[in-house]
């Protein structure tokens, strides 16, 4: 089936270091990747989407590239901030008639000074 | 501005209780869904449904329902509510692309 694996459940990091957060996928489909954002007392809402056409999405610093041969969705920043600390998300979704979205476990990053 | 929104917010409910959360989209999507969150689980999907008249067990159905009467409106109902079942939960509305989540709706069953 489809599935999405976050590894790390939670990074601790360092305001000014880069930020690497791991997400691997499994579908014998060709999905689109996705990382969705959630703070505090908030709810998800989408930061990157992965695009068939081998551009690298980026947003608010962050960027992501779909790396099908390793079936990887890794997200980056070179320099993580104090605001950048919330709950990330790496989905996919698939077409089986209807869309199908799978969500990964989630990773917690936490951003000190 | 896509638009999902939850009600109540917040509800508190006895064990055994019937309770009935509300989701409402304006964005004319056809696909709904319904998690829960708690924390080391991340988002897990309890329903979904296609379009109006359908919907379909995720991955953890069980002591809950769900009923999608209209494109607009998807409600999530626990006939027999238990402290199991206190949580957060979310509801989105979405495309292939994307997910817009509602605001959440915070559950305690006493």
């Known amino acids: 089936g489809d599935s999405v694996t976050q590894t790390e459940g939670l990074v601790t990091l360092t305001e000014g270091l880069p930020v690497m957060l791991n997400c691997t996928y499994q579908?014998?489909?060709?999905?689109?990747l996705f990382w969705y954002v959630q703070h505090l007392n908030e709810a998800p809402k989408l930061l990157l989407k992965?695009?068939?056409?081998?551009k690298r999405p980026e947003h608010q610093g962050f960027h992501a590239t779909l790396h099908k041969s390793s079936s990887s969705f890794h997200l980056q920043k070179s320099s993580a901030q104090l605001s950048d600390s919330a709950l990330y998300y790496c989905?996919?979704?698939?077409?089986?008639?209807?869309?199908?979205?799978?969500f990964g476990a989630g990773t917690r990053l936490k951003v000190i000074a | 501005e896509a638009a999902v929104t939850q009600s109540p917010r917040n509800k508190v409910a006895v064990t055994g209780g019937k309770v009935t959360l509300s989701c409402n989209q304006t964005n004319n999507h056809n696909n709904m869904y319904w998690y829960r969150q708690d924390t080391g689980h991340g988002l897990r999907l309890i329903h979904y449904?296609?379009?109006?008249?359908?919907?379909e067990k995720g991955d953890i159905p069980d002591g809950y329902k769900a009923s999608r009467p209209s494109q607009e409106n998807f409600s999530l109902i626990l006939e027999l509510a238990t402290p199991s079942q206190t949580s957060v939960y979310f509801c989105?509305?979405?495309?292939?692309?994307?997910?817009?989540f509602g605001p959440g709706t915070r559950l305690t069953v006493l």
């Open positions: 992965s695009f068939t056409d081998n």
């Open positions: 989105a509305s979405g495309d292939r692309v994307e997910q817009y």
């Open positions: 989905a996919l979704s698939v077409n089986t008639g209807n869309y199908k979205y799978v």
């Open positions: 449904s296609y379009g109006a008249g359908s919907t």
């Open positions: 579908s014998t489909y060709s999905p689109f």
